[in-house]
């Protein structure tokens, strides 16, 4: 199992709807996450996570212009 934190920057976008794209592709993802005001963290299968990161990245692009900032560790939780 490995954790991934993730953070969404829609640039020049009038909302957060990019943000809301991205945490609805994990959502539909195979992997458990656990959203907060700053970041998402997901877990799972090494294979789910990056799909999962692959398909916020998509979601949240199909919006506009998009940074996308991940942490990716095989030691969290300990």
């Known amino acids: 199992m490995i954790q991934a ?19 609805d592709a994990l959502a539909a993802a195979d992997v458990e996450v656990t959203s907060g005001t700053m970041n998402t963290v997901i ?3 090494e ?3 990056f799909d999962a990161i692959r398909a916020a990245f998509a979601a949240a692009a199909e919006r506009g212009a ?5 942490t990716i560790s095989n030691a969290c939780p300990v």
């Not at 934190?5 to 945490?23: F, K, M, S, T």
């Open 66 to 70: 998009t940074v996308l900032t991940v």
């Open 5 to 23: 934190c993730i953070a969404v920057y829609p640039l020049g976008q009038q909302d957060y709807g990019a943000v809301h794209r991205a945490i």
């Open 43 to 45: 877990s799972g299968s």
């Open 47 to 49: 294979a789910a996570v």
